[in-house]
């Protein structure tokens, strides 16, 4: 089986009722090939775009699981601080401390210097400052017993202004930012970028960073009892 082979079949396992611990031990013992560049599951490599637009996956599902606990907030059903906390820490790793930088470092600068869609990457850059704020008040809230309901409220409300800006948010980077990308840098720089990301996501995330992301979220919504897709199908 091909490097691909074992990484989906490890996924796929992550889905099952093994722990993540399990999980991560498969994808480290993988750590020496997962330094070679991505590879996509046909010819070539993963380009920035799509890279960029898979951590946007891991951002949705993440908002998924603040759904789940906002509706239980509502509810006055039990949310568990852990798996809360949990999932702020992976927006704050992944999203905003590895994602975002490589968009305000490498992307956002080349489109102000071109004059290309200047308006938007202003908003995007603002909107960066604010979803870190909100992410301070998640964790902050997270790491109390949520006995009150004032609080349970005012975390709520912290969950939902987070949803409602990053949906957008990301839905406007996929739509109109990451697909003039290729055509305002052009083919060799495209590709540069690529190795660029890889590289940075290695020194950031560590080997598989990507991949032990998804299988957090993976454990999450397990934990939160979301995790049958199934499940969500209109009868
Ligand atoms: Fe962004
Ligand atoms: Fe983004």
Redesign the pocket.
């Known amino acids: 089986m091909n490097n691909d082979g074992l990484l989906r079949r490890t996924l796929v396992l992550a889905t099952s009722s093994i722990g993540v611990s399990a999980v991560l031990a498969a994808c480290t013992r993988q750590g020496a090939a997962a330094r070679e560049p991505k590879q996509d599951s046909g010819a070539g490599e993963v380009t920035p775009a799509e890279d960029l637009m898979r951590e946007h996956g891991v951002l949705r599902r993440v908002m998924f699981l603040y759904d789940e606990a906002i509706r239980r907030l509502d509810a006055r059903e039990e949310v568990p601080g852990g798996v809360l906390l949990s999932a702020a820490g992976v927006v704050r790793r992944v999203i905003e401390d590895y994602?975002?930088k490589l968009?305000?470092d490498f992307l956002f600068p080349r489109f102000e210097r071109a004059g290309k869609h200047t308006d938007l990457v202003a908003v995007?850059r603002r909107?960066?400052q604010a979803g870190r704020l909100v992410t301070d008040d998640v964790l902050a809230f997270a790491r109390e017993p949520l006995r009150e309901q004032a609080a349970r409220r005012k975390l709520a409300d912290r969950l939902r202004a987070f949803n409602r800006m990053y949906r957008p948010?990301?839905a406007r980077?996929d739509t109109v930012l990451f697909p003039a990308l290729r055509a305002l840098v052009g083919g060799k720089a495209y590709a540069d970028l690529g190795e660029q990301f890889e590289e940075k996501e290695h020194r950031m995330l560590g080997d598989e960073g990507f991949e032990k992301a998804v299988a957090e979220v993976n454990e999450l919504e397990a934990a939160f009892g979301i995790a049958d897709l199934a499940s969500f199908t209109p009868t």
């Open positions: 994602h975002e968009e305000e995007l909107q960066h948010h990301a980077e």
